[in-house]
């Protein structure tokens, strides 16, 4: 029974891990593209007085999208910032605890992101909202979508973690041997 109990957390914990690294590798990518984007706009502009146009509104529009793409697996890597004033005084559990405290808020934060960007987002699709200088229109419905996505996997990464810290916090207590995080 043990053992068929903890397939089903196995296997969320295999396509949260899954889909936290395809949000990262897709965010490598389309960083990558940018790069060359901008690369193109500057070498277009300085030798042929020509700028590709509409890479303004591309990049700032790329920013925030590649920034929440990393999110995820950011945080299931236990990536985090972390201040240690307290952390280090505390044992197994207690890290445990202030784990699934600090898991729980930022699970709650991108909810408040998913929430508070939803009337955004469906107005943003209904009107098709753009963002441009008149020769080249960026269409910014997309991006306040991926938002709220990536928001909702914040949440389940989060869930996750919480319930880790809380029911297996000697998994990621670093001060363990390798060997002992079982």
Not at 47 to 73: A, C, D, M, R
Not at 129 to 150: D, F, H, K
Request: aromatic share 10%; proline share 4%.
């Amino acid at each position: 029974m043990g053992r068929q109990s903890q397939q089903p957390a196995g296997r969320l914990e295999k396509s949260i891990d899954v889909i936290a690294r395809t949000l990262n590798v897709t965010s490598a990518a389309w960083l990558g593209s940018i790069a060359v984007l901008i690369l193109c706009d500057v070498l277009g502009r300085e030798f042929f007085g020509s700028p590709i146009y509409g890479t303004n509104e591309i990049v700032s529009n790329s920013v925030l999208s590649i920034l929440f793409l990393q999110l995820p697996l950011s945080i299931l890597s236990r990536s985090s910032l972390r201040t240690t004033i307290f952390y280090g005084l505390v044992g197994v559990r207690g890290k445990g605890r202030i784990d699934a405290f600090s898991y729980f808020l930022a699970g709650l934060l991108f909810l408040a992101i998913a929430v508070g960007s939803w009337p955004n987002m469906i107005e943003g699709w209904e009107i098709l909202e753009q963002e441009g200088s008149g020769i080249v229109n960026i269409p910014v419905y997309p991006i306040r979508t991926l938002v709220i996505i990536v928001s909702g996997i914040g949440v389940v990464v989060c869930s996750l973690l919480v319930y880790q810290s809380l029911f297996q916090p000697q998994r990621f207590d670093e001060s363990m041997p390798a060997e002992d995080h079982r």
